[in-house]
């Protein structure tokens, strides 16, 4: 067979396997959510990152490497809830997940979801070698977000797992009307506070942050405006995780037409080479991430 043959197999095989992980992730959606109430309780370990696990999160976690690991195509997979990566296959493309970003919140009944990303590389990949992102958030209506080919989609997925486009080739508004910030205001270095100070100084701009990322992020996609959990005195690297949050996060607001950074260069080019590594991570308008970096400078 000829390379260019060879190139053409590859990339239908790779445009199957994508699809196949969309469809695992919105199949198994309400499943995950379904499975919430009764596992609002702390499991036995720990995560990776030291933190504690909720039952959600191991329920959440098996049920997406089980599927997906069984997709031809993918060769690995990973989760915040994993040490180490998964060889599931010998495909070329590897799935990072959060299965359940926000688990915290189930506690006090507030919105979590579920993130992926596709790397076209082995793990710990780059942002640059993402081919797909999206994440599932639980929130009254179910939703699902999609990058892939230089656009995003959201979906509705119903309680059967079937799913409705609701709106194509989404771009973040203009005129950026939300803001939320992460950590604890003491924790925050001064240039940080000076800048969220000034953001807060615009009227037409309202505070909105509910503690968990994803919910959060999902704001700056609707309405436009800034996002960031950033550098704090007490985590210089920041509280999110590169592979599994700021990569995909990074990747869906870049192709809506945002712009994304981790102080001073997009997420997509942060160079981490662990899997479970953090970054700081500022997402929204072009206008506002810039006037974040120039104060961070």
């Given at each position: 067979?000829?390379?260019?043959?060879?190139?053409?197999a590859?990339t239908a095989?790779?445009?199957r396997?994508?699809?196949?992980?969309v469809d695992v992730i919105a199949?198994t959606?309400?499943e995950i959510?379904?499975?919430?109430p009764?596992?609002r309780v702390?499991?036995?370990?720990?995560?990776?990152?030291?933190e504690?696990?909720m039952?959600a999160?191991?329920?959440?976690?098996?049920?997406?490497?089980?599927?997906i690991?069984a997709l031809d195509?993918v060769?690995?997979?990973?989760?915040?809830?994993r040490?180490?990566?998964?060889?599931?296959?010998?495909?070329r493309?590897s799935v990072?997940?959060?299965p359940?970003d926000?688990s915290?919140?189930?506690?006090?009944?507030n919105?979590m979801?579920?993130?992926?990303a596709?790397y076209?590389a082995?793990?710990?990949a780059?942002?640059r070698?993402?081919?797909?992102a999206?994440?599932v958030?639980?929130?009254?209506?179910m939703t699902?977000?999609?990058a892939r080919?230089g656009?995003v989609?959201?979906?509705?997925?119903?309680?059967d797992?079937?799913r409705e486009?609701?709106?194509e080739?989404?771009?973040?508004?203009?005129e950026?009307?939300v803001y939320?910030?992460?950590?604890?205001v003491?924790?925050w270095t001064d240039?940080?506070?000076a800048?969220?100070?000034?953001v807060?100084q615009?009227?037409s701009r309202k505070?909105r942050?509910?503690?968990?990322m994803?919910?959060?992020?999902?704001?700056?996609?609707?309405y436009?405006?800034?996002?960031?959990?950033?550098?704090?005195?007490s985590?210089p690297?920041?509280k999110?995780?590169?592979q599994?949050?700021?990569y995909?996060?990074?990747?869906?607001?870049e192709t809506?037409?945002?712009?994304?950074?981790d102080?001073?260069?997009?997420l997509l080019?942060v160079?981490k080479d662990e899997?479970?590594?953090r970054?700081?991570?500022?997402v929204?308008n072009?206008d506002?991430?810039?006037?974040?970096?120039a104060?961070l400078?």
């Amino acid at each position: 067979m000829a390379t260019t043959d060879i190139n053409t197999a590859e990339t239908a095989r790779d445009v199957r396997t994508i699809d196949g992980v969309v469809d695992v992730i919105a199949s198994t959606a309400p499943e995950i959510r379904t499975g919430l109430p009764g596992r609002r309780v702390t499991a036995e370990d720990e995560n990776p990152s030291g933190e504690t696990q909720m039952a959600a999160d191991v329920f959440a976690d098996d049920l997406l490497c089980e599927r997906i690991g069984a997709l031809d195509g993918v060769g690995e997979y990973a989760s915040e809830e994993r040490p180490e990566s998964v060889d599931v296959g010998t495909g070329r493309l590897s799935v990072a997940v959060d299965p359940l970003d926000g688990s915290s919140n189930l506690k006090p009944n507030n919105t979590m979801g579920t993130i992926f990303a596709v790397y076209e590389a082995p793990l710990p990949a780059h942002g640059r070698d993402l081919v797909a992102a999206g994440y599932v958030l639980y929130g009254p209506v179910m939703t699902m977000v999609v990058a892939r080919n230089g656009t995003v989609d959201e979906y509705v997925i119903h309680d059967d797992a079937t799913r409705e486009l609701v709106r194509e080739d989404v771009t973040i508004p203009d005129e950026g009307s939300v803001y939320g910030f992460g950590g604890r205001v003491p924790d925050w270095t001064d240039d940080f506070e000076a800048f969220a100070r000034e953001v807060e100084q615009d009227p037409s701009r309202k505070l909105r942050y509910g503690g968990s990322m994803i919910g959060d992020v999902n704001q700056i996609l609707t309405y436009g405006g800034i996002f960031a959990y950033p550098t704090l005195e007490s985590a210089p690297e920041g509280k999110l995780r590169v592979q599994f949050e700021g990569y995909p996060i990074g990747y869906v607001i870049e192709t809506a037409g945002g712009a994304t950074s981790d102080g001073t260069k997009s997420l997509l080019d942060v160079d981490k080479d662990e899997l479970h590594a953090r970054t700081p991570m500022y997402v929204g308008n072009t206008d506002l991430v810039a006037m974040l970096e120039a104060a961070l400078d």
